[in-house]
């Protein structure tokens, strides 16, 4: 069974930082991509960044600059560092992450159960 489980979204002061972190546990043999979607309401849930296990990074038009994502492997960990927060980066917060559970295994997608980031003007 894998888990991932989110946590540090609260609600901040537009201009503030924050930091996201993603801990995934259970039977994970190898980790690929993990990332970060975020969803407000009524609207779609969309990528936020992304981090290959090569260190190839991807962050969405309207996040770059602001926000750096970044992983320990070690500790099967993402994080996504959030700078220079705005009203409409309020949303639910969900990390993501395709991996296996061993050698031979197919590779999974897996999704975190979100955190819920307000930030207020």
């Known amino acids: 069974q894998v888990r991932l489980v989110e946590s540090g979204g609260t609600l901040v002061q537009a201009g503030e930082s924050l930091r996201l972190s993603c801990a995934a546990s259970?039977?994970?043999?190898?980790?690929?991509?993990m990332a970060w979607y975020r969803q407000a309401p009524g609207k779609q849930r969309d990528v936020v960044a992304s981090?290959?296990?090569?260190?190839?990074?991807n962050y969405a038009d309207s996040v770059k600059g602001r926000f750096t994502i970044s992983r320990d492997n070690a500790k099967n960990t993402v994080y996504l560092q959030m700078n220079s927060l705005k009203p409409e980066d309020t949303a639910v917060y969900y990390c993501?992450?395709?991996?296996?559970?061993?050698?031979?295994?197919?590779?999974?997608?897996?999704w975190g159960q979100g955190t819920q980031v307000t930030v207020s003007s």
């Open positions: 993501f992450a395709e991996l296996k559970t061993h050698l031979r295994g197919t590779w999974y997608d897996y």
């Open positions: 259970g039977s994970i043999f190898s980790i690929n991509a």
């Open positions: 981090l290959t296990s090569g260190g190839i990074t």
